[in-house]
């Protein structure tokens, strides 16, 4: 009887503590954790897409907008380049309008050239008498047009040749193309050659020199335009931060990148279990791998849009918040992975359980 009635008082003394716990008003605070990884504020990269063609972006990662795309469009079977300008270093800093380096397109620098050249002539064609050039001059344009006609022979032969190594997969598609452009070229300066020639043993007439005339100013406009779009090809970094060469390069090559890290944007994936619970300018605790240092965070936008991501084989349903770094620390860098502590209201101990059953058993 009297082990059955201290029984019943531990079970009393258990219920009345459980009530206590349940509808004491005192409160704890709601927190959950995610992980999430560093961004800067801005960035400016130059890429390659698959294709192997350029690109620049201007990202934003405060707002998420792409503020400014420019691609660089280079002829089927030119070789681009990138090349970097002098004196420029891996993670120097560099001001807003500084040049980094430039794309090279090597048939853009032949064509100048060629067009250089027809001006050249074409001057000279001016300067002669009506009853032609003098003998000194038709035999250089005679000579030139004698090896235009034997580059042309062995471009064609190298062409044809490559087209059937290609088709039968013995060479690659870029030694291809070169082999189509040194023929395109070729059948370019024959054509030039002979015009030239023709030209120089015939004589012009009023009205011709006139064309001669006309043909000058021509060429000289589309020297300007090509030279106008050259300069489009200079690298000019529309902000200032770090410069940073990419060595490791992903499916779509980022080969350089310049950082505005005067502040950095936290991104947290958050499930959407404990989207009733996000709200503005909550405080974030970043947990930072193999630092002891506590960084703090303020949430400024969280995305109405849910997205599904994967995680150890299991696809998770989310939406992102991202918050404002409170404070720079030398322990963070763009793209780096961290841990996040969200906190949210001060609930009671019956609201906390109530929510964990939400989040974890509904």
């Known amino acids: 009887m009297r082990h059955g ?5 531990a079970l009393w003394i258990i219920l009345i503590l459980i009530g206590s716990v349940l509808f004491f008003p005192f409160k704890i605070q709601f927190n959950f954790r995610s992980s999430s990884w560093i961004q ?14 350029f690109y620049s972006e201007l990202e934003n ?23 970097l300008a002098k004196g420029v270093r891996n993670n120097a800093f560099v001001n807003q309008e500084d040049t980094v380096g430039w794309l090279y397109s090597r048939m853009m620098e032949e064509k100048i050239k060629q067009l250089e050249n027809l001006i050249l002539v074409h001057k000279q064609l001016l300067n002669s008498s009506q009853t032609g050039e003098k003998a000194e001059i038709v035999e250089n344009l005679r000579q030139k047009m004698i090896l235009a006609e034997q580059q042309y022979d062995f471009a064609s032969k190298n062409y044809e040749r490559s087209r059937v190594l290609f088709e039968d997969s013995v060479i690659t598609a870029n030694e291809y193309e070169i082999a189509e452009t040194a023929f395109l070229t070729a059948a370019t300066n024959i054509g030039i050659a002979k015009s030239e020639y023709e030209i120089a043993i015939t004589g012009e007439k009023p009205e011709e020199i006139r064309l001669i005339e006309e043909q000058i100013l021509a060429y000289e406009d589309e020297i300007r335009f090509l030279k106008e779009t050259k300069t489009s090809y200079l690298l000019t970094s529309p902000i200032s931060g770090k410069l940073v ?35 503005d300018n909550m405080t974030v605790e970043i947990i930072v791998p193999g630092s002891n240092e506590r960084l703090k965070a303020e949430v400024f936008d969280i995305s109405d849009k849910v997205d599904n991501i994967l995680a150890n084989m299991i696809v998770y349903q989310v939406v992102f918040v991202k ?40």
């Open 323 to 362: 918050a404002l770094v409170e404070n720079k620390s030398p322990v963070i860098a763009p793209g780096m992975s961290v841990q996040s502590v969200l906190s949210g209201d001060r609930v009671t101990i019956k609201e906390y359980i109530r929510r964990s059953i939400d989040i974890h058993f509904r």
């Open 61 to 83: 990662f405060e707002t998420g907008a792409v503020e400014q795309s420019t691609s660089y469009r280079f002829d089927r079977g030119d070789i681009a380049t990138l090349k």
């Open 245 to 279: 060469f990419n060595n490791y390069l992903p499916e779509q090559y980022e080969y350089l990148s310049v950082t505005d890290t005067a502040g950095y944007i936290l991104y947290i994936p958050v499930k959407v279990q404990y989207r009733p619970y996000l709200q």
């Open 40 to 53: 800067p504020l801005k960035k400016w990269s130059v890429r390659t897409d698959l294709e192997g063609n």
């Open 5 to 9: 009635f201290r029984k019943y008082i």
